[in-house]
């Protein structure tokens, strides 16, 4: 069985902070995809990121940072520089390979950046 | 419009009213789900539906009923609800289906904004 777990319920921040979101996960498949979604006020999620589990190296888009370490079974979230437009749920969730793969999301950290 | 267009945003009923959920997506996509949103809680995969096609019924009781009646629209119709049932219910799109020679793990989903419902 797959399980996601987003320790992190509820994270405060002041704007200009760095901020990371932990996740970690369990899963049988050799080969499985990691991803991270946003959910903003609005109510849709957003994508953010896939990641093959055989493509361990980090990734930076802007103010955004993943650190995934096959190790620990942890895909962690950075944001630099938080802005108050960060704010919102994010999510991480994983799939395994093949037809038919059912993606398993955590349970969320909700994220607040105050001025 | 673009992306995935949910509605009503807001629904409220009683336990004996029978209502439909709408969703629609002009992506082109292949697949369309179903989830469901609770406080505190992991999303919840309801239904998945593959070229227009049932391909997943994460055991929903049957006061939920889908219906995709083409490969753009989605339905879930609503009946003799309980008040647990009030949830953020999320309908999503997905370029590849649940076709077992595309590695459907690596779908992306494109989500619509949900449509929060009450049932009293």
């Known amino acids: 069985a797959q399980k996601v777990t987003q320790a992190q319920t509820e994270i405060s921040v002041v704007e200009k902070e760095d901020v990371t979101l932990d996740c970690v996960y369990e899963t049988r498949d050799t080969t499985y995809y990691l991803f991270w979604y946003k959910q903003p006020p609005s109510g849709e999620l957003v994508f953010l990121i896939r990641?093959?589990?055989?493509?361990?190296q980090n990734e930076i888009s802007g103010r955004y940072s993943w650190n995934f370490q096959k190790s620990t079974s942890s895909f962690n979230f950075t944001i630099t520089a938080s802005q108050v437009v960060d704010s919102a749920v994010y999510f991480c969730?994983?799939?395994?390979?093949?037809?038919?793969?059912?993606?398993?999301f955590g349970t969320g950290t909700q994220l607040k950046v105050e001025l | 419009e673009t992306g995935v267009t949910q509605t009503p945003r807001h629904l409220v009923m009683g336990m004996t009213n029978k209502k439909s959920l709408k969703c629609e997506q002009h992506?082109?996509?292949?697949?369309m789900y179903w989830y469901k949103q609770s406080a505190k809680k992991p999303l919840e995969l309801m239904f998945v539906?593959?070229?227009?096609?049932?391909?997943e019924n994460n055991s929903v009781p049957s006061r939920f009923s889908p219906e995709c009646p083409n490969s753009s629209h989605l339905f879930l119709h609503l009946h003799t609800l309980q008040p647990e049932d009030s949830a953020l219910y999320l309908c999503a799109s997905s370029q590849y289906g649940y076709d077992s020679s595309v590695d459907s793990g690596a779908n992306v989903l494109t989500f619509g904004a949900g449509s929060r419902l009450t049932v009293l």
């Open positions: 992506l082109g996509h292949n697949a």
């Open positions: 969730a994983l799939s395994g390979t093949g037809g038919g793969n059912k993606l398993t």
């Open positions: 539906y593959s070229l227009e096609e049932r391909v």
């Open positions: 990641r093959n589990s055989f493509d361990e």
